[in-house]
C-alpha cells in the first residue's frame, strides 16, 4: 500500500516542496524515515504514533517506510508531521488517495493529535502555492500572508480526516477578522518632536530616510545618536506589497511575528547587541542556514550602536551585503541566498572615552589610532552620511519647543522618494553611473568644486558617486528635481565628516 502526500520544509527564508511518501508492507512492523531527514524529522515517528492513536486512528501494523523526496535535499524540523500522518492513513485506506490530489499539509502534530503552529508558514506555503494548503490555526493569518485563498486550518488531525472525507467543514472564515485587525500597519510611538535640537542630525536622517542612504553618526555619550536613530524608522514609507512579502517570509523563517501578525507593512527595526557573532550577523551556523541580523533588517533599518565595539570581522562581512542586496551563504551541505537591503545606521564614539573634542578628550594618540583602527576604509567608505553630533546646549534642553514631528517629515520624505521613483525606479542610493549622468545633472560651479575634492583626495571613485547621490537627494528635498547645485554639493559633503577628526570637524564647519 503506498501513498503521497505534498508538503515543504525550510531552508534559510525558502520553502522547499517535499513528497512524503509512505510504503506500507509486508514485514516486521517498524518506521523509518529516508531522505536526509535530520533529528527532528526523524522523531515524527513518535509525535505522530501518539498523535494518531489519541485521536482514535489506528497505527499500521506493517513494515513502514517514508521516503522524502527529493532525496537529494536536506529536510529539518517538524512541519512534515501532518503529512506523514495522513500518507499512514492514505496508506491503510483509512483516507481516500484521491481526495488527498489538490491537497498539501504543513503542520506539527502535539501527542494528544492537535495541530501546532510553526515557524516558516510563509515561505512554506508560498512553494505550495498551486494547492490547497492545511495549516495550524496558529499559522493561518501567516499563510494568508502568502496566498489569500486557498489556505484552510484545522483543529486536530481528526477534524483533517474528517473534512477530507468531506462530512466536516474547512475553517477559514472564523480567522478573517483576526487577520485582518492583524494586518493593519503597525504605527511607531517615537516622535522626531522628541529630540531636541540637533538640526543638522535631524537633517541628515531626513536625507537618510527620502534617499536610502547609509548613515553615521559619531559623537559623545549623550549627544542622542540612540535617540535619532530609533526614529528612523518611522520617516520610512509603508512597504510595497512585494516588499511586504519579502520582509514577512524571513520573519516567518525564525517565528518573530505574533501567530496572528499577517504581512508586516512597516518597516522593520533591528538593532542587534556589539557583542553579537559573525553567524548571528549574517546568518547561516547550522543545518537550517537561519537568516542574520542583515537578512531580518531587510527593507527596513539596521542599527549597530557602538559601532567600534563590533568585532572587526562582522563588521567587514558587512560590506559585499551592503553592495549587492543580498547575502549568500555557503556551506558544505548548501548554499542559499537571503535578502539584506537594509539601510544600514551605526552610531560611535570619536575615541575611546568619548569625548573627542579638544580640551575634553584624555586619549593619547595611541589609544585613538588603536580604536580607529577597528573602522577599515571600505566600510567607512559605504556611508554616505557620516555625521557629527554634539551634545546640545542648555537652551536646547530646557526650550519648551518641540521639534518637527515625524509626520510632517515623514510627508516629506514620501514626496522626495515618489519623485526618485518616478524618475529612475528606485532610491536615489541605488543609482547607477549612467544613471547619475541622466537624473543628477552637476551645475557648472558643482562640478568644479567636485573635481577639486577629487582632486585633493577628499573622495575616493566609490565616495565620488555616494556625494553625488546625496546631492541628488538634498536637491529632491529642496524642490530642485532637474539639476543638482553647487549648494546641494556643498551640504552632502558637509555629511562626510572625518571620523579622525570627531567632533573637531563639526566645530570647524559650524
Not at 462530512?167 to 485587525?181: P, V
Not at 538593532?271 to 533588517?297: F, Q
Amino acid at each position: 500500500m503506498f501513498a503521497s502526500v505534498r508538503s515543504a520544509t525550510l531552508l534559510g527564508v525558502r520553502g522547499s516542496r517535499v513528497d512524503v511518501e509512505v510504503h506500507a508492507g509486508i514485514g516486521l512492523p517498524g518506521f523509518t524515515v529516508v531522505g536526509q531527514p535530520d533529528e527532528v524529522c526523524r522523531e515524527s515517528r513518535d509525535r505522530v504514533r501518539a498523535a494518531l492513536l489519541s485521536s482514535g486512528l489506528p497505527w499500521p501494523t506493517r513494515r513502514v517506510t517514508v521516503n522524502l523526496a527529493p532525496t537529494g535535499d536536506r529536510k529539518s524540523g517538524a512541519c512534515l508531521d501532518l503529512a506523514i500522518a495522513i500518507g499512514l492513513l492514505a496508506a491503510q485506506e483509512i483516507v481516500d488517495v484521491d481526495a488527498l490530489a489538490d491537497f498539501a499539509f504543513i503542520a506539527e502534530l502535539g501527542l494528544d493529535g492537535s495541530l501546532r503552529p510553526l515557524r516558516g508558514a510563509t515561505p512554506l506555503v508560498l512553494s505550495l502555492i498551486d494547492c490547497k494548503t492545511i495549516v495550524a490555526p496558529g499559522n493561518f493569518a501567516e499563510a494568508r500572508a502568502a496566498t489569500p485563498s486557498d489556505v484552510y486550518c484545522a483543529q486536530n488531525l481528526l477534524d483533517v480526516v474528517e473534512c477530507l472525507a468531506g462530512r466536516a467543514e474547512w475553517q477559514r472564515e472564523i480567522f478573517q477578522s483576526a487577520t485582518a485587525s492583524s494586518s493593519a500597519e503597525r504605527v511607531t510611538t517615537l516622535d522626531m518632536a522628541d529630540v531636541q535640537g540637533q538640526p543638522v542630525a535631524r537633517r541628515a536622517l531626513e536625507i537618510a530616510a527620502a534617499g536610502a542612504h547609509h548613515l553615521l553618526l559619531v559623537g559623545p555619550p549623550g549627544a542622542g545618536k540612540t535617540m535619532l536613530a530609533e526614529r528612523l524608522v518611522g520617516l520610512l514609507p509603508p512597504l510595497t506589497n512585494e516588499e511586504a512579502i519579502a520582509t514577512t517570509m524571513v520573519h516567518s523563517s525564525v517565528h518573530l511575528e505574533s501567530p496572528n501578525a499577517g504581512l508586516i507593512r512597516r518597516a522593520p527595526y533591528r538593532a542587534p547587541h556589539h557583542s553579537s557573532s559573525m553567524v548571528s550577523m549574517v546568518g547561516g551556523g547550522t543545518a537550517l542556514m537561519r537568516p542574520g541580523e542583515i537578512s531580518l533588517a531587510s527593507n527596513g533599518v539596521l542599527f549597530l550602536d557602538e559601532l567600534g565595539e563590533f568585532a572587526p570581522s562582522v563588521l567587514d562581512a558587512l560590506r559585499q551585503p551592503l553592495e549587492q542586496g543580498i547575502v549568500r551563504l555557503a556551506r558544505a551541505r548548501t548554499s542559499v541566498v537571503m535578502p539584506a537591503k537594509f539601510l544600514l545606521v551605526a552610531a560611535t564614539n570619536p575615541c575611546p572615552c568619548g569625548e573627542g573634542s579638544p580640551g575634553a578628550c584624555t586619549c593619547d594618540d595611541t589609544a585613538r589610532a588603536r580604536y580607529l583602527r577597528r573602522f577599515s576604509g571600505p566600510l567607512l567608505d559605504r556611508f554616505d552620511l557620516r555625521v557629527a553630533v554634539s551634545r546640545p546646549n542648555t537652551d536646547e534642553l530646557v526650550s519648551p519647543q518641540r521639534g518637527e514631528s515625524t509626520a510632517d517629515v515623514a510627508d516629506r520624505v514620501a514626496a522626495a522618494r515618489e519623485l526618485a521613483f518616478f524618475r529612475s525606479g528606485c532610491a536615489n542610493s541605488a543609482l547607477s553611473r549612467e544613471q547619475l549622468d541622466n537624473v543628477a545633472p552637476l551645475s557648472k560651479k558643482a562640478e568644479k568644486r567636485l573635481r577639486r575634492e577629487l582632486e585633493i583626495g577628499h573622495l575616493t571613485g566609490r565616495g565620488y558617486h555616494r556625494v553625488r547621490r546625496v546631492a541628488r537627494t538634498v536637491a529632491d528635498l529642496d524642490g530642485a528635481p532637474d539639476v543638482v547645485e553647487e549648494e546641494h554639493l556643498n551640504f552632502a559633503l558637509m555629511m562626510r565628516v572625518d571620523l579622525a577628526s570627531g567632533l573637531r570637524t563639526r566645530e570647524l564647519m559650524f
